[in-house]
């Protein structure tokens, strides 16, 4: 198991920025990819981004590409999602979340594939 917290939410104005903290404590070495998804109120969990844990290498959702960053110290077992340029949409709770085998690119994208999750930070932007 891999136990994760999330840190760094808060209220922001359009056009801020913000980062996200995940701690991850627990079996870290079976890590393959650490991903963030966001829920906004009323809808389903969405996928925003991962990276991937040994080759720092990151993916994003086309609505937050360009905006958002992800990276990772390995050294920290932390991974962070810079936020910038946000906007309204972007409210939401974040998780992230971790999985810990290889899986394919197409499946990163889907909430079911990871193992275990944050309890989520609440990121409200005010217009």
């Known amino acids: 198991q891999v136990q994760l917290v999330e840190s760094g939410g808060g209220l922001v104005q359009a056009g801020d920025s913000l980062r996200l903290s995940c701690a991850a404590s627990g079996r870290t070495f079976s890590t393959y990819v650490m991903g963030w998804f966001r829920q906004a109120p009323g809808k389903e969990r969405e996928f925003v981004g991962y990276?991937?844990?040994?080759?720092?290498?990151?993916y994003y959702a086309d609505s937050v590409k360009g905006r958002f960053t992800i990276s990772r110290d390995k050294a920290e077992n932390r991974v962070y999602l810079q936020m910038n340029s946000l906007k309204p949409e972007d409210t939401a709770v974040y998780y992230c979340?971790?999985?810990?085998?290889?899986?394919?690119?197409?499946?990163?994208?889907?909430?079911?594939?990871?193992?275990?999750w944050g309890q989520g930070t609440q990121v409200t932007v005010s217009s």
């Open positions: 979340a971790v999985r810990r085998y290889w899986s394919s690119a197409s499946s990163l994208k889907m909430e079911t594939t990871y193992d275990n």
């Open positions: 990276i991937n844990w040994s080759a720092g290498s990151t």
